[in-house]
Nanobody
């Protein structure tokens, strides 16, 4: 069964770093558009970072310069490295992968067919 499983969330202090992992099973992350999203209750899901089949990344303005999306093909795992965390980064974080290969990529949540269950990140001041 195709599955994405996030891990690495937790509670940290503002200014600290955290790395989220997204292990894929049943599907490969190679050659595929992948992304990280976050959501706060009552708000729309926000695309934080995306990486296309060529590993070209885009970031939300709120994440630019602080977050980095990467992949490890040997582990078939996607990562989100987050530094200098702020209280406003508190959210449930989700990884996502698009169906198919070598196709268009963006941070639009509607284009993704595979989703993880989410991992909570809480940043306190």
């Amino acid at each position: 069964q195709d599955q994405l499983l996030e891990s690495g969330g937790g509670s940290v202090q503002a200014g600290e770093s955290l790395t989220l992992s997204c292990a894929a099973s049943g599907l490969t992350i190679r050659y595929r558009c992948v992304a990280w999203f976050r959501q706060v209750p009552g708000k729309e899901r926000e695309g934080v970072a995306s990486s296309d089949a060529y590993e070209s990344a885009t970031y939300a303005e709120s994440a630019s310069g602080r977050f980095n999306i990467s992949r490890d093909y040997t582990k078939n795992t996607l990562y989100l490295h987050m530094t200098n965390l702020k209280t406003e980064d508190t959210a449930m974080y989700y990884c996502a992968a698009k169906r198919g290969f070598w196709n268009a990529c963006s941070r639009d949540s509607t284009i993704f067919g595979y989703w993880g269950q989410g991992t909570q990140v809480t940043v306190s001041s």
